[in-house]
């Protein structure tokens, strides 16, 4: 077809901003996706897809006492009628409400194959069959009364509800769940009788306070039953809409017919695929993470769950039942978000609120079904009084309504003769000539004084909200009566139940962490402070190719940021690592985050928990091949359990260090070949989370940095090397520069045949612990060590062992502990200052020139320099 432009200069054409029509569409497709598809509506517990699917059974007749039909036959109806969107979803959600495991209370009565608790997938819609459960004739009762809404359905052939009356709460009872856009929803199922309990409770006292609720409302109870563990997460649920709650599967230890010892499951957390966490158990038993099963086996049947992990002979069965909770789904958090559809938008809501829109619900509910049966029976009524009077002269109505020639003058003859309105003569003329001469006077009085006793009863059911709630609560005691049964999850009290962290004193505490990963918590007071050259004392045992290669301080109570050598950053409270002794090995790593294959934590910091208004906070972090990036401190708010990415590395660099700097801090770098980098944090522009880094320090072919601290006043650079000498110096000595070198002298390595093994800042309220590669820890007193030039040998701080060096250094608070034995504070080979070289080797400063220092500034991709 050829472009007619005068065609188009008669179109109307609308200018618009593509970011404006982008946002107004994705407003469009989130509310589409909210109202209509993810969240139930508070009244009847239902997304639109199950409304349907229970609509059209309905109207297919597929009730309790008639034949199963295909479910085929089933979606191909709500698929053509009332939801577009696809067979799958459609019976995706169908299969869910026939589900024995899914659902507390069945919706559909499904025969055939429609999946299990081992993740097994239904069978086809062409091989299964379902028609409604009794219970679901409960939630479509007097729809025919007008009780709800319609609105046309999709092509406007037909219409459709846009909720269901709703008999019982089935919200609370089946429990839902949703993920929409920006939003998501997760309601436990409950016990029928204890929500139907708590919903008379709220109409007989509507100021009814939340303890009151929990005398009805014990808690969630799953189809799959299991054991929640403490009510605090039931409470802050029922109080706020939000809330975590414990599963545990329900376990018994049994001593076997041959003598051995067997752990049964019988119960499992709800949702838990049971195939999957026997898997999960051989995989830890093979991976040596839990000791002492021999074997497990799935005895299940359609009696039950039957999971028996038998034990070997020399297993403690008890440890082995907590390492199963601790490290498997056995026990699983069930995290509440009782997020609803209130007249049409989404609400977290309270579950008095929950109760109570339930309860406004079937207010409107019974009116309307009132007002539909009051009219009914007006209508009835009115007709029976026109009756009456033909009754008195059949006769005379017999003979107008055969002399007459049609309908309609007929009933113009009636209305003439008797003052009959339409609707009156309407019903005459309908009548054959066998019930008009058949109408016994006696039995049209009897109906017309029932009529007027229940139009009245209606009427004073209308004018008296306390007699609708009393009879809401009779039909609701029926339905519990009829549907209600005993409680399958059992609630286990947690004497003294309070919050973890109360139950976990405040203290300082070290965290130890080895080349393999173990890491452990021990108090501060642990590690006694010894003289200077002290032989120490044996801080963990580990294995012979373990060493220990980290140590870091903070409180039991203090949030931890744990970087990577990937570059990603998890986040722990203190207590969340294991306390243990001086000599334990403490647990892996791996147990607590998710780490990669090679991946280990390389830097650790205490994080606050909020920043004071108008003060910046960056995360200040170095790499060993020298590269710097800061991000703010905020970017790191919200931590997932798998980590974020914090440092976008080169492939063959590593994250190393992490500080948390202000803005405004001067910075020192110090590299193993004892080279040291005085600057200005300020000299690297602030960076996002998934950036790399900009280059802080020059380094030589070999050469990495192996220190990485702030410079706060009052405090001395600390420097140890690997054959255990240290010294202090005054930060001063170190030559300020501001664009990245390879820094000034800070140690001479080839003269004294060692290597810089870390560098610290320090003043005299700290102490010093070293960790040598043999697991041997001394902790000594940094005001025992006095300041010396940044380039002497210093004094030895530990003898280790022959082959052995120091390969780690921790900075603690100073604690006046008495003194256990050590060795004299001064040794023979104590290098006095004296060995100090002059200040010339600054001369040897390699600067780079003002063009490098300038490009230096912009972020590093990982792959380039």
Request: charged share 30%; glycine share 6%.
């Amino acid at each position: 077809m050829p472009f007619d432009e005068q065609s188009v200069a008669n179109q109307k054409i609308v200018e618009t901003e593509i970011a404006q029509e982008m946002r107004k569409s994705f407003l469009d497709y989130s509310m589409s996706v909210i109202t209509a598809r993810a969240l139930p509506d508070v009244r009847d517990g239902l997304k639109p897809v199950h409304r349907r699917i229970l609509y059209t059974m309905y109207q297919n007749g597929l009730e309790p006492n008639k034949a199963y039909r295909k479910c085929a036959d089933t979606v191909g109806t709500v698929m053509g009628s009332y939801h577009p969107h696809g067979d799958a979803s459609i019976y995706d959600a169908m299969v869910r409400l026939a589900q024995e495991f899914s659902m507390r209370y069945r919706l559909v009565d499904g025969h055939g194959n429609f999946g299990s608790m081992d993740g097994d997938p239904p069978a086809a819609f062409r091989y299964t069959e379902s028609r409604m459960t009794r219970l679901t004739l409960e939630m479509l009762t007097d729809i025919e009364k007008e009780t709800v809404d319609f609105i046309p359905n999709y092509d406007d052939r037909l219409t459709e509800p846009t909720v269901l009356p709703a008999r019982f709460p089935n919200l609370l009872a089946n429990g839902s769940t949703g993920i929409a856009v920006g939003m998501a929803t997760n309601i436990p199922p409950h016990n029928l009788g204890e929500v139907i309990n708590a919903a008379i409770v709220l109409m007989n006292n509507p100021d009814a306070t939340l303890d009151d609720l929990l005398k009805e409302v014990e808690g969630p109870d799953f189809p799959t039953a299991g054991v929640i563990m403490g009510r605090m997460g039931i409470r802050a649920a029922y109080g706020t809409g939000r809330g975590r709650i414990i599963l545990r599967a329900r376990a018994e230890i049994r001593e076997e017919k041959n003598g051995k010892i067997a752990i049964h499951v019988t119960e499992l957390p709800y949702q838990v695929n049971k195939a999957l966490l026997c898997k999960k158990i051989d995989e830890l038993s093979a991976e040596k993470k839990i000791d002492g099963i021999a074997d497990v086996n799935d005895y299940s049947n359609r009696d039950g769950i039957d999971v028996v992990i038998d034990l070997k002979r020399d297993a403690k069965p008890q440890v082995v039942l907590n390492k199963l909770f601790l490290f498997t789904e056995m026990q699983s958090s069930f995290s509440v978000t009782m997020l609803a559809l209130v007249k049409g938008e989404p609400k977290q809501l309270t579950l008095k609120e929950m109760l109570q829109h339930y309860i406004d619900h079937q207010v409107d509910v019974l009116t309307r079904r009132t007002r539909h049966d009051l009219r009914k029976a007006k209508e009835r009524a009115h007709i029976l009084d026109a009756l009456l009077v033909a009754q008195d002269a059949i006769d005379e109505v017999i003979a107008l309504i055969r002399s007459s020639a049609n309908v309609p003058e007929a009933k113009e003859k009636l209305a003439a003769r008797f003052g009959f309105d339409d609707l009156q003569t309407t019903a005459i003329v309908r009548m054959t000539l066998g019930q008009l001469t058949g109408l016994e006077k006696g039995k049209l009085e009897d109906e017309l004084a029932e009529l007027a006793r229940k139009i009245a009863e209606w009427e004073a059911l209308l004018a008296d909200k306390v007699k609708m709630y009393a009879l809401i609560q009779s039909e609701l005691v029926a339905i519990r009566d009829k549907f209600s049964d005993p409680r399958r999850t059992e609630i286990q009290d947690i004497d003294g139940e309070v919050e973890i962290e109360e139950l976990i004193p405040v203290e300082d505490c070290v965290y130890t962490m080895t080349e393999m990963g173990y890491i452990k918590r021990t108090t501060v007071e642990t590690y006694q402070q010894q003289g200077r050259g002290g032989k120490g004392v044996k801080g963990l045992t580990r294995r012979e190719e373990d060493t220990v290669h980290t140590m870091f301080t903070a409180s039991s109570h203090d949030f931890i940021m744990m970087f990577t050598s990937k570059g990603r950053v998890f986040r722990l409270k203190g207590y969340e690592i294991p306390e243990s002794n001086r000599q334990g090995k403490g647990l892996n790593i791996v147990n607590l985050l998710q780490l990669g294959g090679e991946e280990k934590v390389t830097a650790v910091i205490r994080a606050p928990r909020e920043i004071p208004a108008g003060q910046e906070c960056y995360v200040t972090m170095v790499t060993k091949r020298g590269l710097m990036k800061r991000t703010p401190l905020a970017e790191f708010r919200n931590i997932r359990a798998k980590g974020l990415n914090a440092f976008i590395l080169r492939e063959d660099d590593q994250l190393a260090w992490a500080q948390l700097t202000n803005g405004t801090d001067r910075l020192l770098f110090a590299t193993k070949s004892g080279r040291a980098v005085y600057t200005a944090e300020e000299r690297i522009r602030p960076h996002s989370r998934n950036a790399g880094g900009n280059k802080a320090v020059v380094l030589r072919d070999g050469d990495a940095v192996v220190g990485f601290d702030k410079v706060e006043p009052g405090k001395s650079v600390l420097t140890v090397t690997e054959s255990g000498f240290g010294r202090r110096s005054d930060i001063e000595t170190y030559r300020f520069t501001k664009g990245y070198s390879q820094g000034v002298v800070n140690y001479q390595t080839e003269k004294y045949s060692t290597e810089v093994a870390a560098v610290a800042m320090v003043d005299d309220n700290d102490d010093i612990i070293l960790i040598a590669s043999d697991g041997v820890i001394i902790r000594i007193s940094a005001a025992s060590l006095r300041e010396m030039g940044r380039t002497g040998k210093g004094v030895r701080l530990m003898r280790s062992a022959e082959r052995e060096r120091v390969v780690s250094v921790a900075v603690v608070p100073h604690e006046e502990d008495e003194e256990t034995e050590a060795l004299p504070a001064a040794q023979a080979d104590d290098i006095s200052d004296t060995d100090d070289i002059s200040d010339t080797n600054d001369s040897a400063d390699e600067s780079l020139s003002d063009e490098d220092i300038d490009s230096a500034d912009e972020p590093i991709p990982p792959e380039e320099e």
